[in-house]
């Protein structure tokens, strides 16, 4: 398996435009995280996935944020409209339910809105 | 306040040197822990992780869980530069659909 694959991987775009980060987990996985690193706020959690459904979005920052899972194949998360404070790596990570098992992250999606 | 705390360092230790690093948790129905290495500009990678209070080792490291203190270390023996990154605390709340939180990292740095 290739793993977790994010696109793209960096992204520039100016203030106000739409950005949309795609995610494909790892084959057989059933949870999908969407995380945000930054230094000032470490790893945030997001929003994440079970079986495709939102269990738990309360780390979404603003209704700018919004983020789907169609199928159990891709996910995406999208912010309309980018801010400089978006500006952060995004990574997103997949893994099978269970207590024992690891998530596997992506490579990251660098963003700087300018 | 965040549900994983780690102190963010850095933690500076002298090759061969033990490194110990610290994790507290505040959700009482995590049930499993887990401890990530990240390079810097690189993704998380997983070291190890345990379930059940008392030590659990692996090779150079070990890590440690006390429900009760609701506390996780990882000590790293034998230290080397190469094992200079930031190292992520992370929770798993199986009854919770499976939420995995991280704590903000402990950037430990290991000198020649």
């Known amino acids: 398996d290739a793993g977790v694959i994010q696109s793209p991987r960096h992204e520039v775009t100016e203030m106000g435009q739409e950005v949309t980060l795609r995610c494909k987990p790892i084959?057989?996985?059933?949870?999908l995280f969407w995380y945000r690193q930054t230094m000032m706020r470490g790893l945030e959690l997001l929003i994440y996935?079970?079986?495709?459904?939102?269990?738990?979005d309360s780390g979404m920052p603003e209704d700018r944020f919004s983020a789907k899972m169609p199928n159990a194949s891709f996910s995406t998360l999208k912010i309309q409209p980018s801010e400089p404070r978006d500006s952060a790596v995004y990574f997103c990570?997949?893994?099978?339910?269970?207590?024992?098992?690891?998530?596997?992250f992506g490579q990251g999606t660098r963003l700087t809105v300018v | 306040q965040k549900e994983v705390e780690q102190n963010s360092g850095p933690l500076s230790v002298p090759e061969g040197a033990i490194a110990s690093l610290n994790c507290t948790y505040s959700?009482?129905?995590?049930?499993?822990f887990f401890w990530y290495r990240q390079y810097s500009g690189k993704s998380p990678e997983l070291i190890m992780f345990i379930y059940s209070n008392g030590d659990k080792e692996d090779g150079r490291f070990t890590a440690q869980l006390n429900k009760a203190s609701q506390y996780v270390s990882l000590l790293i023996r034998d230290s080397q530069p190469s094992d200079s990154a930031t190292y992520l605390c992370?929770?798993?709340?199986?009854?919770?659909?499976?939420?995995?939180?991280f704590g903000g990292g402990t950037r430990l740095m290991v000198k020649p």
């Open positions: 084959s057989g996985h059933n949870s």
């Open positions: 996935f079970n079986n495709n459904v939102p269990i738990d």
């Open positions: 990570a997949s893994s099978r339910t269970g207590m024992n098992t690891e998530a596997f």
């Open positions: 992370a929770s798993l709340n199986n009854n919770a659909g499976n939420m995995l939180t």
């Open positions: 959700d009482r129905g995590s049930q499993s």
